[in-house]
């Protein structure tokens, strides 16, 4: 008989993957506990954008592979390996990863699973958790029932979920015993069969392994801004130093664009909750480093800040600023610890006048910051400017050219907060241009010369 998959929890990953269960041939039952939200999704309405899933979902929804319940008794019944993928955000609180979906989850499904089921994790969580979960499932399940626990990490980044579920680069699980590890790899078996590098290994190696991923990504983002600051104050440039290490392959070239730094629903809350974890392990000092890798990327931020006061004479009060993009980055509509947004804000805060345009992220930005003026196009967004950022290389800005924008902007100065435009080109037609990692000489009626990168970089005086 065919597997039956069930998949706890439709935000980001679970929508993704529950789709794709259905794409691999299973019969999905998806389980949330907001009604509203699996109408929409049983519509195959997103409330986020993902390129391809919406037409994944009605797809599957159509042909009755796929459908939607709140109802954990239903889901029991109906499924004989249950997927968890509700989130873990950060707690309100602290920094440590909020676990009470995950647990709750568990627990729900523990009160109606009167048969054999495999539950399979694949929420990130803190290191230790599915040994707990494990305990608690040998405490709780109902009498008669055989109930075993698997971690099976996720990997996939937004913009490319689809294609990173179904094409992933590895298979990650954790698993206790061999029929378990026989009914993963049941459900993966047309991946592997693409020769999908498999890694079986135990609960703690599965859980470390995503969040071993995202603060090495995250520290390989902050060590190449690390060295923007360097550049910002003696001069270089941080593409060709990128470039020049990036062709060592132990180092490469990806995640070494230095920029406004990371942020997302991801990286920033999982360098922290490591750190929190670890701590509670008693091991404080070993992921120390983490705490800096944080620093450095919201520094970043921090200097366009300063870049944009400085290019507006040290006065931001009642100036237009234009702001290119707002999500955490291209490609998607995600502006959760978006440092554009951030950015857009703090100026904001300081008086400016800010209009934003982003080609997906406007309305959730103005569910979260309803204050700035949100426009339809980036030539409203560049009326009469004082200055223009550009915070997310969406396409549409990559392409941008110096007529564009001259005849809309009052001062032709642009902070180019992701290195995607061609400074000489910029340059020639006369604009003012410059960017992270870039040396940014200030004419000064104080000083000959005024460069930001030894007077405001955050941490140098240090
Ligand atoms: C990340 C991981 O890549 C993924 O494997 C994990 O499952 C979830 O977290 P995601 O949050 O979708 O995925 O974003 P990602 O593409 O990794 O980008 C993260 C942030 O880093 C973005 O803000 C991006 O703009 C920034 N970034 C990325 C840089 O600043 N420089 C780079 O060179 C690369």
């Known amino acids: 008989m065919s597997l039956r998959v069930s998949v706890i929890g439709t935000g980001y990953l679970g929508a993704t993957h529950a789709a794709c269960m259905a794409e691999l041939g299973f019969q999905v039952i998806g389980l949330d506990v907001d009604r509203e939200k699996l109408e929409a999704l049983a519509e195959g309405i997103l409330p986020f954008h993902e390129p391809g ?3 994944l979902l009605k797809k599957h929804v159509a042909s009755g592979q796929l459908r939607f319940t709140d109802s954990y008794a239903e889901v029991a019944q109906a499924a004989d390996i249950h997927f968890i993928t509700v989130g873990t955000p950060q707690r309100t609180d602290s920094t440590s990863a909020d676990m009470s979906y995950v647990d709750g989850s568990v627990d729900s499904l523990l009160e109606h699973i009167t048969g054999q089921a495999l539950i399979v994790g694949k929420s990130t969580v803190p290191v230790g958790t599915a040994r707990r979960l494990s305990e608690r499932i040998a405490e709780k399940a109902l009498p008669g029932s055989k109930i075993s626990l698997a971690w099976n990490p996720e990997f996939l980044r937004e913009g490319f979920a689809v294609k990173d579920t179904l094409t992933p680069d590895r298979l990650v699980y954790g698993v206790q015993n061999d029929e378990d590890l026989a009914l993963i790899r049941q459900v993966y078996a047309s991946i592997l069969a693409r020769k999908t590098p498999e890694v079986v290994t135990d609960l703690e190696t599965s859980e470390l392994v995503k969040v071993a991923a995202n603060a090495f990504l995250a520290t390989k983002i902050s060590f190449i801004n690390a060295f ?3 550049t910002e104050t003696v001069g270089g440039d941080i593409a060709t130093l990128a470039d020049a290490i ?3 392959d132990r180092i490469g070239r990806r995640f070494l664009n230095a920029g406004v730094g990371f942020g997302g629903g991801c990286l920033p809350k999982d360098i922290r909750a490591l750190q929190a974890r670890v701590s509670e392990l008693g091991l404080s000092h070993t992921m120390g480093f983490l705490a800096e890798v944080d620093q450095i990327n919201l520094r970043r931020r921090d200097r366009v800040v300063s870049l944009t006061e400085t290019m507006l004479d040290y006065s931001v009060e009642g100036k237009k600023v234009c702001v290119l ?7 998607s509509d995600d502006v959760r610890d978006s440092p554009a947004l ?3 804000v703090r100026l904001y ?3 400016a006048d800010v209009s934003v345009y982003d080609p997906q992220g406007n309305e959730n930005a103005r569910r979260r910051f309803p204050r700035l003026n949100y426009v339809g196009s980036w030539r409203e967004a560049a009326a009469e400017a004082d200055v223009v950022l550009l915070l997310t290389e969406w396409d549409e800005f990559r392409v941008l050219e110096p007529h564009d924008l001259a005849p809309l902007v009052r001062q032709q100065q642009l902070i180019d907060g992701r290195n995607v435009l061609s400074r000489s080109l910029w340059r020639e037609a006369g604009w003012k241009i410059t960017g ?3 040396r940014f000489e200030v004419p000064s009626p104080d000083l000959d010369t005024r460069t930001l990168g030894i007077l405001q970089v955050p941490g140098a005086q240090t």
């Open 53 to 55: 899933l919406p037409e």
């Open 228 to 230: 923007a600051e360097v």
């Open 246 to 248: 990036g062709y060592d």
């Open 325 to 331: 993009g707002v999500t955490f980055k291209p490609n």
């Open 342 to 344: 951030d950015i857009a």
């Open 349 to 351: 805060n300081s008086g």
């Open 436 to 438: 992270p990692g870039e």
